[in-house]
């Protein structure tokens, strides 16, 4: 079983948004969700950093430093990726797939 906590769009209370950015989004195929995707998070340079399973609405969220970043989507709908240059505080990343 995997040990990150379940995704959804509603942030923690307490998360502290100055001096981080949190990338969110969803994970969609068209204008449909996609649940189970692998969702992954890539620096700068393309080297991975982190994953996590979408939720069942197609939810995600990464904690990661100001920078530039790459999040791809990996599911059975097919794969697709959003680029984003952060500074802190709350990103919108969707991912389409197809």
């Known amino acids: 079983m ?3 906590p379940q995704q959804t769009l509603d942030l923690p209370p307490g998360t502290d948004t100055t001096t981080q950015a949190v990338l969110q989004g969803k ?3 068209g204008a449909a969700p996609v649940a189970g995707a692998f ?3 890539l620096d700068g340079g393309g ?6 399973v979408a939720s069942a609405g197609g939810d995600f969220r990464f904690y990661a430093a100001p920078g530039r970043w790459t999040v791809r989507a990996l599911s059975r709908s097919g794969t697709g990726q959003s680029e984003v240059t952060t500074t802190t505080g709350v990103y919108s990343v969707d991912v389409l797939v197809g």
């Open 2 to 4: 995997c040990g990150a």
């Open 27 to 29: 994970v969609l195929s």
């Open 39 to 41: 969702v992954r998070l």
């Open 47 to 52: 080297e991975f950093t982190a994953e996590v």
